[in-house]
T-cell receptor, first 112, second 113 residues
Framework: RKEVEQDPGPFNVPEGATVAFNCTYS??????FFWYRQDCRKEPKLLMS???SGNEDGRFTAQLNRASQYISLLIRDSKLSDSATYLC?????????????FGKGTHLIIQP | ETGVTQSPTHLIKTRGQQVTLRCSSQ?????VSWYQQALGQGPQFIFQ???????GRGNFPPRFSGLQFPNYSSELNVNALELDDSALYLC????????????FGSGTQLSVL
């Protein structure tokens, strides 16, 4: 079964802190990996793609560990506006025919 | 703004009824994917339409069906509605059936009573 597992939280973090969360995926043949952000009752939005070499976008760093089949997201200097649900997403094929497989999301609350 | 529009934004139906949801894809995109997101869950892939043909399907029964039109807009039809069909239905557009850059619409919230 194709699954993506992540800790639902909530993670309550003070503003300015660093927070990290992981997810694991079951299919070792997975091709593409992403983090999406979803605000309450809104649509998911692509935060960043995740590559084996790791990638960084401002305060956000994503890492992929293919051997252990997990993906991580690190947020540095967290802002109140970072409060959201972060969805770990995996594509099991190179194309779109299998769709994206989403985790249930990790709820992050940044506190002033 | 992603340029992906969905209608209606909210809908209330009763069990056994049929519903049609609509999606207009972003300009230049020829692929539309539909997802169902139940409360507290991540979105689940229903199916994808590419150049007016169903290009892939998730684990949903045949009463979930779709169409894509020549202008690449799309419809999701659900027959014989069940209570568990209550969810946020999301449409995502992309180019050339890729998963690399999906742009989601704001969704249709369906409540089945």
């Amino acid at each position: 079964r194709k699954e993506v597992e992540q800790d639902p939280g909530p993670f309550n973090v003070p503003e300015g802190a660093t927070v990290a969360f992981n997810c694991t995926y079951s299919n070792s043949a997975s091709q593409s990996f992403f983090w999406y952000r979803q605000d309450c009752r809104k649509e998911p939005k692509l935060l960043m793609s995740v590559y084996s070499s790791g990638n960084e976008d401002g305060r956000f760093t994503a890492q992929l560990n293919r051997a252990s089949q997990y993906i991580s997201l690190l947020i540095r200097d967290s802002k109140l506006s970072d409060s959201a649900t972060y969805l770990c997403v995996v594509s099991f094929s190179g194309g779109g025919a299998d769709g994206l497989t989403f985790g249930k999301g990790t709820h992050l609350i940044i506190q002033p | 703004e992603t340029g992906v529009t969905q209608s209606p934004t909210h809908l209330i139906k009763t069990r056994g009824q049929q519903v049609t949801l609509r999606c207009s894809s972003q300009s230049g995109h020829n692929t539309v994917s539909w997802y169902q997101q139940a409360l507290g869950q991540g979105p689940q892939f229903i199916f994808q339409y590419y150049r007016e043909e169903e290009n892939g399907r998730g684990n949903f029964p045949p009463r979930f069906s779709g169409l894509q039109f020549p202008n690449y807009s799309s419809e999701l039809n659900v027959n014989a509605l069940e209570l568990d069909d209550s969810a946020l239905y999301l449409c995502a557009s992309s180019y050339q059936a890729t998963n690399e850059k999906l742009f989601f619409g704001s969704g249709t919230q369906l409540s089945v009573l």
